[in-house]
Every structure is written in C-alpha cells, then in structure tokens.
C-alpha cells in the first residue's frame, strides 16, 4: 500500500511539474512574440479596411458655418431642392456646382444689402432676386441671357451643346424681351435662374473640352468664368481662380475662392453632395 501511494505522489508530481513547464513555455513564448504570424484574417482585415479610407472624404471647413447670413441661405437654398434636382437631371450639372456659383452671390448681396437682410432675407429664409442691371438670384445680365440662348442655336460656336438643347429655351410669346425677364427675375419660382446657369456652364465646359482642356472638376475656375463672362472664357492649361473680390467679416475672398470653400466643405452636403 505504501508503495502504491508513493508511485501516486511521484505520477502527480511529475504532471504538475509537465503543466508548470507548458504554462512557463507559454508565457515566454507571447511574451517574446514568438505566436504571432501574418495570418491570413490579418491580410484580409486590411484588404477591406484599406479601401474604406481610401473612399471617405476629406471635407475642409467652411469660413462662414454658422453665421447668420449663412443660416438664412441654407433654408432658403434648401427650398429649391426641387428645382435643382430638375436642373441638374435636363442639363447634367450638379445641384452642388450650382450652389457653388450661387453661394457667392448672395453672400455679397446679404453683406452688402444690410438693411434688406435684416428686414426681408434672414426672417423671410429667401434668395436675394436682383432686377436692375442684373436679374435674379444669380445676378444674371441681359447680354450674358442672350449669349447663352444664342449659344444654344449657333452650331459653328464653341459653346455649341448639340441638338438635344437647342429647345431648351424656346420661349412661348413673341415679347422674348419681356419673357426672358419675367423669367429669370421670378422671385417665386427660381427654375429659369437655375436653368439659364446650368446651361452656362454646359456652355463654357464645352469650350475648354473643345480646345483639349477639361474643367468639369474645378468648381472654383467654373465659378470665376461665370463671374468674368463668356468674353474672357480662355481655355488654356492652367487656368487660375479669382474673379470678383468680397470682403466679409474683414476677410477678402474672391469670387471662385469662395464658391471652392463651400463645394469642398461637408456644408448641405446630405442634400447635395458631389457628383
């Protein structure tokens, strides 16, 4: 019997002495890095989270978030949504392009016009309409409407979109004068304000594409030839941003500047996002 339990106690001693040898083993062997390998849950970890950076946008700040001016733009942008969804969808711009050219017209006209924002802009949430030497909320001239109709039936111009526009503007009356006008300046319903730009910038890409120059990318060189005019729309290699200046809040901005800052910042960009 005495035999028997001390071949017993040797067995459990020699186990306990096996396991502290595992155990220890173990230990040094996390505790060194020797367990770890590349693995192939590792390699297609990264392979799902590589492309998921890749694809998320870097969005800058917008100088003017949170301003009051800016407040009673986006509400009042934000009732056209409409409208420039039918824009965008009859001349392929983007409703964001168009926001980026319209952003610094009405900042100017919100900054400069004091006491009509304070009494009909900010409470009302409305687009300045302009009526005078220019019309609308984009401040669109006469010559630069007609240009542009023009433009629409001219195939030996530059500006030439195809067929498939020329009745994009046919007017209804025979006062194409007043017609056009009435348009453009309609303070209830901005469609032609939106239309008659979008189809500017159809106008313009075209140029530059035509001459071997692209600028369907560049919000800020769309908005600065929006701003100077269809006379000064050179297509060259390296096109540089610029236009009107605008002093807000003691900070000088230029037309294209100013309309880039808002197409490359995350402002309204649920309802409107890059295309």
């Not at 035999?3 to 040797?10: E, G, N, T, V, Y």
């Not at 096996?18 to 062997?29: D, E, N, P, R």
């Amino acid at each position: 019997m005495e035999k028997i339990l001390k071949r017993i106690a040797k067995s459990m001693l020699f186990l306990f002495a096996g396991i502290g040898f595992v155990l220890c083993f173990g230990y040094i062997a996390v505790r060194f890095g020797l367990t770890k390998t590349k693995g192939t849950i590792d390699v297609q970890t990264k392979k799902f989270i590589e492309p998921e950076l890749a694809k998320k946008e870097v969005y800058t700040p917008f100088p003017l978030a949170h301003t009051e001016e800016w407040i009673a733009f986006r509400q009042a942008v934000t009732k056209d949504k409409a409208l420039l969804e039918k824009v965008s969808k009859e001349t392929g711009v983007s409703e964001r392009l168009l926001i980026s050219i319209l952003v610094p017209e009405q900042m100017r006209l919100f900054y400069t016009e004091r006491p009509l924002f304070k009494s009909v802009f900010e409470p009302l949430k409305v687009l300045g309409s302009q009526s005078q030497f220019s019309w609308g909320i984009f401040g669109i001239k006469d010559d630069t409407a007609r240009d542009i109709e023009n433009h629409l039936l001219d195939k030996t111009s530059p500006f030439y979109l195809g067929t498939s526009f020329e009745k994009t503007l046919s007017f209804t009356t025979n006062d194409t004068d007043e017609e056009r006008f009435q348009r453009i300046i309609n303070e209830h319903n901005h469609f032609y304000s939106y239309l008659y730009t979008a189809l500017y910038v159809r106008q313009i890409e075209s140029q530059w594409k035509k001459a071997g120059f692209s600028i369907i990318n560049r919000p800020e060189i769309i908005a600065t030839l929006w701003n100077v005019g269809f006379e000064k729309s050179k297509p060259k290699k390296d096109p540089s941003s610029g236009g009107s200046t605008l002093v807000i809040n003691n900070t000088t901005f230029s037309f294209g500047e100013l309309a880039k800052l808002f197409y490359d910042s995350d402002e309204m960009i649920e309802l409107f996002p890059k295309k």
